[in-house]
């Protein structure tokens, strides 16, 4: 396993990225939309993240297994419902939903380009590791669970 990868929990990486949108938009003010307001949709998008993440984080308490992504080797069940059925990550699909709002809100385009970045370094530094976790503890059920969800949707 690829243990040294997952040494910076994801909310951290969101904050990160979240506050390098910031900077880009105070840095480099390229403007998305030239009206007002712009708030309406980022806050919807925003919204939908935090509903995600909330509902996700509900069915691994209710499933009684590990939330923390620092150690998928503790992970007790393989959870195949509610948004699982549709993606293997949906929580890390909810932080790309708010980055995205937050995006919006700033109004930046170079902002936005950001968030291409947050999906790559996800992609590389925690979810690969995860699945290499969740392959090695749930072996045939986690491959054929891989084979009819897709990553993100």
Do not use: D
């Amino acid at each position: 396993m690829r243990r040294q990868k997952l040494l910076i929990p994801p909310a951290l990486i969101w904050i990160v990225f979240a506050a390098a949108m910031w900077v880009l938009s105070v840095s480099v003010p390229v403007l998305l939309l030239k009206t007002e307001p712009h708030f309406v949709l980022p806050l919807i998008l925003i919204a939908i993240g935090v509903i995600i993440i909330t509902s996700c984080a509900v069915i691994f308490m209710c499933q009684k297994t590990t939330l923390n992504p620092m150690k998928p080797e503790l992970t007790t069940t393989l959870i195949k419902t509610g948004l699982y059925q549709y993606s293997r990550n949906p929580i890390y699909l909810g932080f790309v939903i708010m980055l995205t709002g937050w995006g919006l809100y700033l109004n930046n385009a170079p902002g936005l380009i950001l968030v291409v970045g947050f999906i790559y370094y996800m992609n590389r530094f925690q979810i690969e590791p995860e699945e290499e976790s969740l392959s090695r503890i749930f072996g045939t059920e986690f491959e054929l669970y891989k084979r009819t969800v897709r990553r993100w949707l």
